[in-house]
């Protein structure tokens, strides 16, 4: 065997120098070559492996913005993107378009703007919560008040959906309409939310039933035994006040911290 191994540079690099190698390991150490080729195979498996879940993450691009009709959530899109106030009107169909965050690195995310009536909504969710890296669930602190139920379940129905806790988005709950003088604080809708979510989460069913009439499983809000608080949640949730409208129509909108928080993601 040693004068076989024995083999010059030139001999080494040449194809019968391999083939002899194999023989030769075959003949003394079958095992040994099964080991090389299992080796070879685990290390190719964990390649293709890290491929798909790094791929995966990257297709978790989305920023989507949800919410009651009237939130404010049209406008709000559309401060983002040009900064600019436009008219907006209710919207019945999904907007899309690539969002440029305030960041060093000027990272792009695709900001999505779901319609907001409730008859229309879960089925352009179940279209982008795959791919959504952040929602921005945007709240109308002027009408809080009367729409709090309103908002409470619907925030129950994203926050149980086991498919989007599983991605773990960073929710970001936008307080829009700060100009306007019965608008309510961050702090005090966090509060009250607490509160109607622990209620709610008394009242309802263990299962949902999703577009295609699949039953998806819901998960359990918070910790069981205690009242509802967001810090209990496997995600990201965030408070903060904004104004896509100012009350001055000259004047900016207010929502630099929404920007700041969509920097971070």
Sequence with gaps: MEDKLNLDLED???????????????????????GIFVAIAVVIITIVLLKFLLGSKKKRNAVLLVGLCDAGKTLLFSRLLVG???????????????????????????????????????????????????????VDSSMFQKEVKEVAEFLYTLLTDSVLMNNAPTFLIACNKQDI???????????????????????RSAALTSQDGSVRSVLYLGKKGKDFEFSQLPVRVEFLECSARSSDKDADAKIEALEKSLAKL
């Design 181 to 203: 003088n019965t608008a309510k604080s961050a702090k005090l809708i966090q509060q009250q939310l607490e509160k109607e979510l622990t209620t709610l989460r008394l009242t």
């Design 84 to 138: 600019k106030l436009i008219q907006t009107v209710t919207s019945s169909k999904d907007s899309k378009a690539p969002y440029r965050a305030k960041n060093e690195k000027g990272t792009t995310w695709t900001l999505v703007d779901i319609p907001g009536h409730d008859s229309l909504r879960s089925r352009f969710l179940e279209k982008f919560m795959e791919s959504a890296r952040a929602i921005v669930f945007v």
């Design 12 to 34: 080494f690099s040449s194809e019968p120098f391999l083939d002899e190698l194999v023989k030769e390991i075959t003949e003394n150490d079958p095992s040994l070559l099964i």
